[in-house]
């Protein structure tokens, strides 16, 4: 995650995307080094005789002992099948898909806070039409209704994180309403309503930092699912178009290899995938730990 923040400060290819295309070393395996002879063309000299007024051509000569200078690269993780650089392109492709996460879980974050703060605070016919909306969103499979609006919005970010985000609002406003409908039944919350402050000012501000803890975990949960629905959407072409890398996408274009004898190669991208879910799963956990007083005790 860090190499994915640093980006092109670390790629061995820095053009944009690292669509550096060389199909002379397409499919090198991983630890592949290729060296480049650099190519000076020398131009033909012209002079023109003051007297006759001829123009002659003249070439440069070649110094006899003269060699080629020539640069070499080390493709750690090999190339793909145009020549492209797999870990640059990896690199640039987690960062992406951070990025669409990080969006759709903070739309989903302000959606399931605000509907779930609601419903738990006011409860009645509010309480009842906001987990009904749940109900029907949970019964909808996510990564087929994200399909659905990505079709119709579009295949950008814009489109791609408030699919998402849309499809995993619920469990936080689920999560946010039990809490809520705990909280207000404490003192400081009846303390504040025979002060006469306002809901808002309850739910915002007397509240809702005392249930940031839950919160907070269940948007680092989040964020793994994020992720894999994004790179879900990429490996069926539904999401960042090329030359842009994702790693749905790369992994997509690698998998198409694999039939060819290139299985390193597609292994790399879903072996990334499944580390960087995994890494979230465990932070959420880890916060969980370390706020739950019960868990902590134990």
């Known amino acids: 995650m860090i190499l994915a923040i640093l980006g ?9 995307y690292c669509n550096t295309q060389l199909p002379e070393i397409a499919f090198l395996n991983p630890l592949s080094k290729a060296c480049f002879a650099k190519n000076y063309l020398q131009p033909f000299e012209s002079s023109v005789d003051a007297i006759t007024g001829i123009q002659h051509y003249e070439r440069p000569v070649l110094v006899e002992n003269e060699s080629p200078a020539k640069s070499c690269h080390l493709f750690i993780l090999g190339t ?43 409860g009645g016919r509010t309480d009842r039409a906001i987990n009904f909306a749940i109900g ?41 309403r039990g809490l809520v409908m705990v909280q207000k039944e404490c003192n400081y919350v009846r303390s ?9 000012r309850i739910l915002f501000i007397e509240i809702l930092p005392n249930i940031s803890g839950p919160i907070l975990v269940q948007a680092s949960s989040n964020f793994a699912l994020a992720i ?10 539904l999401g960042l178009q090329p030359p842009i890398p994702t790693l749905g996408n790369i992994m997509q274009d690698q998998y198409t290899q694999a039939f060819n004898g ?12 499944v580390l960087l879910i995994l890494s979230f799963q465990i932070v959420a956990n880890t916060v969980r730990d370390r706020i739950d007083v019960k868990l902590s005790r134990d």
């Open 8 to 16: 092109y400060l670390i790629t061995p290819d820095r053009t944009r």
């Open 80 to 122: 793909d099948r145009f020549g492209r650089d797999l870990l640059s392109r990896l690199i640039i492709g987690t960062r992406y898909t951070l990025l669409i996460a990080f969006f759709a879980v903070l739309f989903a974050v302000i959606i399931g806070v605000t509907l779930g703060s609601l419903s738990g605070y006011f």
């Open 136 to 176: 029907v969103f949970w019964s909808l499979p996510s990564i087929l209704f994200a399909f659905v609006i990505v079709l119709a919005a579009g295949k950008n970010i814009g489109a791609l994180f408030v699919s998402i985000g849309i499809t995993i609002w619920a469990d936080m406003a689920k999560l946010v």
């Open 192 to 200: 504040a309503t025979a002060l006469g402050f306002s809901p808002s």
């Open 228 to 237: 894999l629905l994004e790179s879900g959407l990429s490996f069926m072409g």
């Open 262 to 273: 290139q299985i390193i190669q597609s292994l790399i991208p879903a072996i990334v995938l």
